[in-house]
């Protein structure tokens, strides 16, 4: 998208709000130099407060993983509902959250109607959905998505509970916790889902916490690189909450931490077509 | 990778079509007759109506036209065709398709409709011009792959404009009318074209086609309610719950207006249903005393039980062809049957729902039979209705 | 002009082209100006499970849809049919007409005597005819079946349809110049009847000739 688009013309640019302006001025579209983690630039839509919990993982998940889009004048993003949905609202991306559990499907479409419509130009499909989306409503489609190919990527927000509809287990909680629907503690261990991912087709794949934000965004950037031009890409984020895992506000990256040295082990994992295009961009020395 | 390469190659296969306005194709452009099934005839549509995007999934009795779409993918006529996992899958990727900016087809049959049904509301709420074609049949009541079109009464309020098609005649005419009243911009709604399963899809009878080397022109999504997905336009969101969900006036008042838009939209394709399909409903022998209402493929039933109550025992009756259920024609029916003093309502369905809808518009139902109704793949004979009628008369 | 009306069901076996013998012969009724429908019975189609195909004819436009249940013809594409029931519509002879006409695939009468007092009672002709048999000696093959059971049926009643319009009907059928396609069970079960042909033209040729034979062969009946 041409930054023309939503430029005003002289004559409105009193009328237009001090948001809108800022939006223009200072928004997240072709900026010269890469999208990373380390400026989160000053735009509203990142920066200001939105309805989530004091504390809140997923909404720090967001703001990173918009920080880190390679393309963000070129993305479209594809949510469901649940928490993520309110931070998203915000993004100055296009944005769709219709069915619960749709999200992969949805994506699918999309991309393959944009491809058609739009042959050469960079468009960029990211699905951007939390845990119960990916692994337990929306699991075939998501699996079936990979399976086929299709040129979407795919990141979990995993705070391991229903935060929206009010604390419920998801398939992603870990065994033994104690949460409404699972009244004396989850049964069965988290849904292995990134390991699936590897398995159904993913070109690229990445588990990681919000602790480590450098990590988390490059992985952002390049699973949708790589989902641009060699096949489905998945990105495991874990953003506790501290409403419904009841813990302090002020312990989201703590919490987070903690996890890093036991399940939540940094992993990365690409097919060779996957390096080979990365290294071929220039996009492979940085990780290291 | 694999995918673009196949676009390319299909793309590269494409046929000669001319692209040509509505108005040329369905009312204009001269027919040949040909001997198809219904399926043939849903192809013969899609063939015609220069669909970027098909998505299918099998159910009976519905796979044999989207066998035939995937085939016309093949051969060049749609750009890009998959086998999605599910019937919600497929509805959903439609929607995503749609929100793309181009013109996608479908279709589904019972089971697969309600196991779609979240998505219905969607597509309207989205004011997305998707046509789907249901070839209805049972869905549970006990297990069933019969005829019969129960699961219309479940799509009634789903904001979804609906058309019942009579023979494959109507399933072909209505399927590129829907595409032509979908698309218009102060209507935009998704158009759901029904057809009674095997009664009509794998019934090979003469139909009359346009010359296959012309088809619809290329749908335009700049003239949408709701610009494409596609960041050429300035973003946009497409949530479904306006605003920010939580308890406010304003969030109430915007989803009730937004929904009362989509209400409206309806309202505004009657015209272009008047246009392009000949009304919404259609009467033969206008003012008898005891009027059929009948849709799909009880209208064929009916007009054979009227042709022989004619010849054979001289009692004349008239008939109702309701084609569009959404919007509904109740002022048409109700000036229809100002003068019958009893009115029958046959239907492939238990529920009886076009009775309820016909009752719940005009007056005096103390003349309305609701029946007689068949279901579970029963025919029905039109001796059935001459019994009916016979008892009414009486 | 009076409207005349003629219902025809056809029960037989999946795979033995049941459903195509009414595609050709409904082809060929509308391709002499008359009206037409043709229909299967109404399910999923198993390969030696029951199936059932109608043929509406008229000389005006036909709104009746649906299962033929009161016919003029019943042709039987196999004896099992009669003897073991294996049919959709039980007894096979349910709803035939005063005078109706039943065709079977059979050398030998299969109609139990039960049966057979009924179709005296309503005047019903009933003609066997070894359709399997017939084809295989016209042929080479017994998949012309319901080719030589299509050309004893006209050969029966000259007045059904013009024997060169069936022909026509033949050759569109499987020369792929019109692309039908029953159900995707019967499109699959078509490479394989191909490729036992070998090439189209042949095949076409040996069903000409089955329902031309076919159809002597019951004139003299």
């Known amino acids: 998208m041409s930054k023309n688009i939503i430029t005003p013309t002289k004559e409105f640019e009193d009328v237009l709000t001090p948001g809108y302006k800022d939006l223009v001025a200072n928004g997240p579209y072709n900026r010269s130099a890469p999208g990373t983690v380390d400026d989160?630039?000053?735009?509203?839509?990142?920066?200001?407060?939105h309805p989530h919990c004091a504390g809140c993982g997923v909404s720090l998940g967001i703001r990173l993983g918009l920080a880190s889009l390679p393309s963000p004048e070129n993305t479209i993003i594809i949510g469901t509902p649940g928490c993520a949905y309110f931070a998203l609202t915000q993004s100055a991306l296009c944005y769709s959250c219709t069915a619960f559990g749709n999200q992969n499907s949805v994506a699918t479409g999309l991309k393959r109607m944009l491809k058609i419509r739009h042959p050469g130009k960079v468009k960029d499909v990211l699905v951007m959905v939390g845990d119960g989306g990916v692994a337990d409503i929306g699991l075939d489609y998501t699996l079936h998505s990979w399976f086929r190919g299709e040129n979407i990527a795919t990141v979990m927000l995993d705070n391991e509970v229903y935060g929206n509809t009010g604390g419920q287990e998801s398939g992603m909680t870990v065994e033994?916790?104690?949460?409404?629907?699972?009244?004396?503690?989850?049964?069965?261990?988290?849904?292995?889902?990134?390991?699936?991912?590897?398995?159904?087709?993913?070109?690229?794949?990445?588990?990681?916490?919000?602790?480590?934000?450098?990590?988390?965004?490059?992985?952002?950037?390049?699973?949708?690189l790589i989902a641009r031009e060699v096949g489905p890409t998945y990105v495991q984020v874990y953003t506790p909450c501290p409403?419904?895992?009841?813990?302090?506000?002020?312990?989201?990256?703590?919490?987070?931490?903690?996890?890093?040295?036991?399940?939540?082990?940094?992993?990365?994992?690409?097919?060779?077509?996957?390096?080979?295009?990365?290294?071929?961009?220039?996009?492979?020395?940085?990780a290291k | 990778m694999s995918m673009s390469a196949n676009i390319n190659a299909a793309a590269s296969a494409g046929p000669n079509q001319k692209a040509v306005s509505p108005e040329e194709l369905l009312l204009k452009a001269p027919r040949e007759r040909a001997f198809m099934t219904g399926s043939e005839a849903v192809a013969e549509a899609v063939r015609r109506a220069g669909i970027d995007m098909a998505i299918a999934y099998p159910i009976t009795p519905q796979s044999e036209s989207m066998h035939l779409t995937g085939d016309l993918f093949a051969q060049g006529y749609i750009k890009d065709y998959y086998r999605a996992e599910n019937e919600f899958a497929v509805m959903a990727a439609v929607h995503g398709a749609s929100l793309g900016g181009g013109r996608v087809f479908t279709a589904t049959s019972g089971p697969g409709t309600l196991r779609a049904m979240e998505m219905f509301p969607v597509w309207a709420g989205s004011r997305q011009p998707i046509v789907c074609a249901f070839m209805c049949r049972g869905v549970a009541l006990p297990p069933s792959i019969q005829p019969e079109n129960i699961e219309m009464a479940f799509l009634l309020d789903t904001g979804m404009i609906m058309f019942h098609a009579e023979n494959s005649q109507d399933f072909f005419d209505f399927i590129l009318a829907g595409y032509a009243i979908a698309e218009q911009s102060e209507v935009h709604l998704p158009v759901g074209v029904f057809a009674d399963g095997f009664f009509v899809t794998h019934t090979r009878e003469v139909i009359m086609l346009?010359?296959?080397?012309?088809?619809?022109?290329?749908?335009?999504?700049?003239?949408?309610?709701?610009?494409?997905?596609?960041?050429?336009?300035?973003?946009?969101?497409?949530?479904?719950?306006?605003?920010?969900?939580?308890?406010?006036?304003?969030?109430?008042?915007?989803?009730?207006?937004?929904?009362?838009?989509?209400?409206?939209?309806?309202?505004?394709?009657?015209?272009?249903?008047?246009?392009?399909?000949?009304?919404?409903?259609?009467?033969?022998?206008?003012?008898?005393?005891?009027?059929?209402?009948?849709?799909?493929?009880?209208?064929?039933?009916?007009r054979d039980a009227i042709r022989t109550m004619a010849e054979r025992d001289g009692i004349t009756a008239?008939?109702?062809?309701?084609?569009?259920?959404?919007?509904?024609?109740?002022?048409?029916?109700?000036?229809?049957?100002?003068?019958?003093?009893?009115?029958?309502?046959?239907?492939?369905?238990?529920?009886?729902?076009?009775?309820?809808?016909?009752?719940?518009?005009?007056?005096?139902?103390?003349?309305?039979?609701?029946?007689?109704?068949?279901?579970?793949?029963?025919?029905?004979?039109?001796?059935?209705?001459?019994?009916?009628?016979?008892k009414a008369a009486r | 002009m009076k409207r005349s009306n003629l219902d025809i069901r056809m029960a037989g076996l999946g795979g033995q082209g049941v459903v195509t013998a009414a595609h050709i012969l409904g082809t060929a009724v509308v391709a002499t100006g008359k009206y037409a429908v043709v229909n299967p019975f109404f399910g999923a189609e198993k390969r030696l499970a029951p199936t059932e195909s109608y043929v509406r004819i008229s000389s005006e436009k036909i709104y009746d849809r649906g299962e033929v249940m009161y016919p003029n013809i019943v042709m039987v594409f196999d004896p099992q049919v009669i003897t073991i029931g294996k049919s959709h519509t039980l007894p096979f002879h349910a709803g035939l007409k005063d005078g109706g006409l039943i065709?079977?695939?059979?050398?030998?009468?299969?109609?139990?005597?039960?049966?057979?007092?009924?179709?005296?009672?309503?005047?019903?002709?009933?003609?066997?005819?070894?359709?399997?048999?017939?084809?295989?000696?016209?042929?080479?093959?017994?998949?012309?079946?319901?080719?030589?059971?299509?050309?004893?049926?006209?050969?029966?009643?000259?007045?059904?349809?013009?024997l060169n319009a069936v022909m026509t009907?033949?050759?569109?059928?499987?020369?792929?110049?019109?692309?039908?396609?029953?159900?995707?069970?019967?499109?699959?079960?078509?490479?394989?009847?191909?490729?036992?042909?070998?090439?189209?033209?042949?095949?076409?040729?040996?069903?000409?000739?089955?329902?031309?034979?076919?159809y002597e062969y019951a004139k003299r009946c």
Not at chain 1, 268 to 276: D, H, P, Q, R, V
Not at chain 2, 253 to 275: G, T, Y
Not at chain 2, 277 to 296: K, R, T
Not at chain 3, 173 to 185: D, L, M, P, W
């Open chain 2, 210 to 302: 346009p010359p296959d080397n012309i088809k619809l022109g290329e749908y335009n999504p700049d003239i949408a309610p709701i610009p494409p997905f596609d960041m050429e336009h300035a973003p946009m969101q497409m949530v479904r719950d306006p605003l920010l969900n939580k308890c406010n006036f304003v969030s109430y008042a915007a989803s009730a207006s937004w929904h009362q838009e989509v209400l409206a939209a309806a309202e505004r394709a009657r015209k272009h249903i008047n246009k392009y399909m000949g009304g919404l409903i259609e009467v033969e022998n206008p003012g008898a005393d005891i009027m059929i209402i009948a849709s799909g493929i009880a209208v064929s039933q009916s």
């Open chain 1, 40 to 49: 989160l630039g000053s735009f509203r839509e990142i920066t200001e407060p």
């Open chain 2, 318 to 390: 008239g008939l109702i062809k309701v084609k569009s259920i959404r919007p509904f024609p109740a002022a048409e029916i109700a000036q229809a049957t100002a003068r019958a003093s009893a009115i029958v309502i046959p239907e492939f369905n238990a529920g009886g729902w076009l009775a309820r809808e016909v009752m719940g518009t005009i007056d005096n139902n103390s003349r309305v039979i609701a029946g007689p109704r068949v279901f579970g793949g029963m025919s029905l004979p039109g001796e059935v209705i001459i019994d009916v009628i016979k």
């Open chain 3, 103 to 162: 065709l079977v695939n059979s050398a030998d009468p299969v109609i139990h005597d039960r049966d057979k007092a009924v179709l005296d009672n309503i005047k019903a002709k009933v003609v066997y005819v070894p359709a399997t048999k017939l084809s295989v000696e016209f042929t080479g093959s017994d998949l012309s079946m319901n080719m030589t059971m299509l050309g004893a049926l006209c050969g029966l009643d000259d007045t059904l349809v013009d």
């Open chain 1, 176 to 224: 033994g916790k104690v949460l409404n629907m699972a009244p004396t503690g989850k049964k069965f261990p988290k849904i292995p889902v990134f390991e699936m991912a590897k398995v159904a087709g993913c070109a690229y794949a990445v588990r990681t916490t919000v602790a480590s934000p450098k990590k988390f965004g490059t992985a952002v950037r390049r699973a949708v």
């Open chain 1, 243 to 286: 409403t419904n895992l009841k813990f302090s506000p002020g312990k989201t990256l703590e919490a987070a931490k903690d996890v890093e040295k036991t399940y939540y082990q940094y992993e990365e994992y690409m097919t060779e077509e996957a390096s080979a295009y990365l290294s071929r961009i220039g996009e492979l020395k940085e």
């Open chain 3, 169 to 214: 009907a033949v050759e569109e059928r499987f020369s792929g110049k019109t692309k039908i396609v029953a159900s995707g069970t019967s499109a699959a079960l078509d490479e394989a009847v191909k490729s036992k042909f070998e090439k189209m033209g042949a095949m076409i040729e040996k069903n000409r000739t089955a329902i031309n034979k076919a």
